[in-house]
């Protein structure tokens, strides 16, 4: 499984970003793809997952700002970020896991088998 990450810079606080994520060498009909970050000297945080039977998890700082969605045909996996804060600098990463968690288990870095290389974000 490759996770290659793209799309993340540097932008002022309440400006936007999309990370992308293309996925390839997978063929798992049940799996949950979502969106980590790191910020130096933090543990690693779940941000926002979409599982394939539709359901989606987000971390309560992002809630109403992050929207995660995926183009199964591009298998790409894709987080919209509105609204940034200077609080959401951190490396992001792309994951994916199978089988699929509980819910309450969406946003757990040790439920994700795979990982991508990361994309920074710096928000100031």
């Known amino acids: 499984v490759q996770l290659v990450e793209s799309g993340g810079g540097s932008v002022q606080a309440g400006g936007s970003l999309r990370l992308s994520c293309a996925a390839s060498?997978?063929?798992?009909?049940?799996?949950?793809m979502g969106w980590f970050r790191q910020a130096p000297g933090k543990e690693r945080e779940g941000v926002a997952t979409?599982?394939?039977?539709?359901?989606?998890r987000f971390a309560d700082s992002v809630k109403g700002r992050f929207t995660i969605s995926t183009d199964n045909a591009k298998n790409t996996l894709t987080l919209q970020m509105i609204s940034l804060k200077p609080e959401d600098t951190a490396m992001y990463y792309c994951?994916?896991?199978?089988?699929?968690?509980?819910?309450?288990?969406?946003?757990?870095?040790?439920?994700?088998?795979?990982w991508g290389q990361g994309t920074q974000v710096t928000v100031s």
């Open positions: 979409i599982a394939s039977d539709g359901r989606t």
């Open positions: 060498g997978y063929a798992y009909r049940t799996y949950c």
């Open positions: 994951a994916l896991g199978t089988p699929v968690p509980t819910s309450v288990r969406l946003l757990i870095p040790d439920e994700y088998g795979y």
